[in-house]
């Protein structure tokens, strides 16, 4: 046990179902069964509660999910365990959308965009706005966005899904790597810059299959 009551929440609620939370990465290999469970687990960690602990423990768990079984399975498992008439959980999921499957996010946005709570309708549109506001200015968006993340100390993950978000915006791996080349003299040590140059080695395949980002 740690001395974090929301990382045990979730690990306990996990090895109820017979799940380890260290065995995340390998999720898209354990049964449809198991594998679908622990994702609508961390689903409700994400977007149901109300404290910020779960939230991100939720979030972080989920991005360390293999990725291209995250982006097949996420929607649909959200469909069936969290409520998209309800304005908190369905902002909680494009906030989560936007993080870990930004694929996505034009769908999950279409979801809410008539709907007649106002308040839905409100994250549907703030939600259009941003991605609007994204594909207008992709360079300057992912510079910051990339830059406060290694400010901010994130893990290498959190950087491959900007990383992911402004490819599938139409970013090339060259254009990208050039950025990523300009941000390098805006870092404030060498730990930073070396989380510059790890997100690079993902772009070229120096790296597991499963973070390979081009």
């Known amino acids: 046990m740690s001395n974090n009551p929301f990382f045990d ?3 306990n609620k996990l090895s109820e179902i017979g799940f380890n939370v260290e065995n995340m990465s390998s999720l898209h290999r354990y049964p449809a069964d198991t594998s679908e469970r622990v ?3 961390l689903l409700m960690f994400a ?3 109300t404290h910020i602990g ?3 423990w939720g979030r972080h768990y989920i991005q360390k999910i293999n990725r291209e079984w995250r982006l097949e399975h996420i929607l649909e498992s959200a469909k069936e365990c969290l409520d998209f008439s309800d304005d908190w959980e369905y902002r909680r999921f494009l906030e ?6 930004f694929e996505l996010l034009q769908d999950v946005i279409l979801i809410g965009k008539d709907s007649d709570n106002p308040e839905i309708k409100e994250a549907s549109q703030d939600f259009r706005e941003y991605y609007e506001r994204l594909s207008a200015h992709p360079d300057d968006n992912f510079r910051d966005q990339i830059l406060k993340a ?3 100390g994130e893990k290498l993950r959190y950087l491959a899904e900007i990383a992911h978000k402004f490819k599938s915006l ?3 791996r060259e254009h990208m790597y050039e950025l990523l080349e300009s941000l390098r003299s805006e870092t ?3 730990t930073q810059e070396e989380q510059i140059f790890e997100l690079m080695d993902l772009m070229f395949g120096y790296c597991h299959p499963d973070m390979r980002i081009f």
């Not at 989560?96 to 499957?101: I, K, M, T, W």
Request: aromatic share 4%; hydrophobic share 45%.
């Open 47 to 49: 977007c149901c509660t």
């Open 170 to 172: 139409g970013m090339d």
């Open 188 to 190: 404030k040590n060498v």
């Open 150 to 152: 290694v400010l901010n």
């Open 39 to 41: 994702l609508k687990e």
């Open 96 to 101: 989560l959308v936007d993080l870990s499957a």
């Open 9 to 11: 929440g979730i690990c």
């Open 54 to 56: 779960f939230i991100s």
